[in-house]
């Protein structure tokens, strides 16, 4: 299985559009789920990132193993994939 | 162009916000290489600010995302460059500017330093220890989060009150907590703050501690300096806005030179101590903050660079 990258948004996030911006500069495919749109799923995010501050960037890896970014920082997601 | 193989752009670009893109306009046009480098949003501040309604040209007002958006594909249509990365440092070489970033080195002869500023803390017990539970500095990003939530907004400047009216969209109550004993935005948003009846101002309080438990954020404790007594506002939510600092700490060992506050300072071509090295924008020494003069030293430090790079 290769990795899998999940990012979650709001809908009015800018720094939630530059982690997508980048990830696809960089050509790595992610699902998006946003969280205005789905708030059941905002508890999920809160438990796995002890965060309620988007954008959450979480990578399942191929061996794996689970990162996750809270914010846009560029250093952090490339260390992640 | 290249020298001893490696690429010298004619201008590099620090930071993407408004007072870069709208130079990028100006020197792509005049067919100047132009590289912008960007680490956090393309459109800077004005990208995470919901509605601007003071940017000369737009009546209704217009989305702070959308304007970036435009700035960016006009920019990009006369052939800017951007690259999403950070500048660590700058040094000179000879008339060469050097720059290492976080996706290599970077040359150019001329260098524009537009980096803004980012948001101030306010150095409060419970502000580190709940950020992002609780505790946040971006309405746009993390405001749908406190649908029919109580929160309390910090600050009493321009940003503060613009943040207050937009969170009153999800919001059902909002306590503002403001330190002085008047309110520094403009007259057009204090009229409409005190028309919002889910917004309580708050002057002449302090804000002093962020207390809450593991389940998030629960009170703000505060001063009422003119009663000299402890005050308590429960919320769910902190949203903080209480000034802003210039992004200017990776020039820390170049030889550019700051103000006192480490703004960076100009001449009026907005060229700084270094030949080559220009500045504009809110990160400039002497800048008025705001989108439409951000915009408009960006044109300007354009074509003083343009008359250097002739020179
Ligand atoms: C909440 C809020 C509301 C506002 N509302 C209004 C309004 O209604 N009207 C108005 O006119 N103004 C408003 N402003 C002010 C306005 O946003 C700024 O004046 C304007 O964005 C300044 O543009 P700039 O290009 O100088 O800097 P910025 O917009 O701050 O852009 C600088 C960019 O540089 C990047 N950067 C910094 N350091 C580096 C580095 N080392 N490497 C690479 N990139 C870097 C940053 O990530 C940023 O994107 C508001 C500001 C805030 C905070």
Redesign the pocket.
């Known amino acids: 299985m290769s990795q899998n990258i999940t990012v979650y948004t709001t809908n009015s996030c800018a720094y939630c559009g530059m982690v997508k911006r980048w990830l696809d500069t960089k050509g790595y495919a992610y699902q998006e789920i946003n969280l205005e749109e789905q708030p059941e799923r905002q508890q999920e995010v809160l438990e796995m990132s002890g965060s309620l501050s988007v954008p959450v960037t979480v990578v399942n890896a191929a061996n794996g193993s689970k990162s996750i970014a809270v914010g846009y920082n560029i250093g952090k997601l490339a260390s992640m994939l | 162009m290249s020298e001893n193989n490696r690429e010298i752009h004619d201008v590099v670009m620090?930071?993407?916000?408004?007072?870069?893109l709208s130079a990028a306009i100006y020197t792509t046009r005049e067919d100047i290489d132009t590289l912008l480098?960007?680490?956090?949003?393309i459109g800077?501040?004005?990208a995470i600010?919901d509605k601007?309604?003071?940017?000369p040209g737009f009546p209704d007002g217009v989305s702070g995302l959308e304007l970036s958006e435009n700035l960016r594909k006009q920019a990009e249509k006369f052939g800017a460059k951007i690259m999403l990365g950070?500048?660590t440092k700058i040094t000179g070489e000879g008339e060469t500017k050097r720059l290492d970033t976080t996706e290599g080195t970077i040359y150019a002869k001329t260098v524009l330093l537009?980096?803004?500023?980012d948001h101030r803390k306010l150095g409060v017990p419970g502000e580190e220890e709940f950020y992002g539970r609780g505790v946040h500095y971006c309405a746009t990003c993390d405001g749908a989060f406190y649908r029919d939530k109580k929160l309390v907004v910090v600050g009493g400047g321009?940003?503060a009150a613009?943040?207050s009216l937009f969170l009153t969209r999800y919001a059902s109550h909002i306590d503002m907590l403001v330190r002085s004993d008047k309110m520094r935005a403009s007259d057009v948003l204090i009229n409409k703050l005190q028309e919002n009846d889910k917004i309580t101002i708050h002057l002449n309080t302090t804000t002093d501690e962020i207390v809450g438990d593991n389940t998030g954020v629960k009170k703000v404790v505060g001063t009422d300096k003119i009663k000299g007594q402890k005050v308590e506002f429960e919320c769910d939510g902190v949203f903080i806005?209480v000034g802003?600092n210039p992004?200017t700490s990776?020039l820390k060992d170049s030889a550019i030179e700051l103000d006192e506050a480490g703004f960076i300072k100009t001449n009026s071509r907005l060229e700084t101590n270094v030949p080559g090295v220009f500045a504009s924008?809110?990160?400039r020494s002497g800048a008025t903050?705001?989108?439409?003069t951000?915009s408009g030293e960006g044109a300007t430090a354009a074509l003083m660079i343009r008359e250097y790079l002739e020179n």
């Open positions: 620090v930071g993407a916000g408004p007072s870069s480098i960007e680490k956090g949003v800077g501040l004005a600010t601007i309604d003071n940017y950070e500048v537009a980096t803004g500023t321009n940003s613009q943040e806005f802003l992004n990776f924008g809110d990160v903050m705001q989108i439409a951000a």
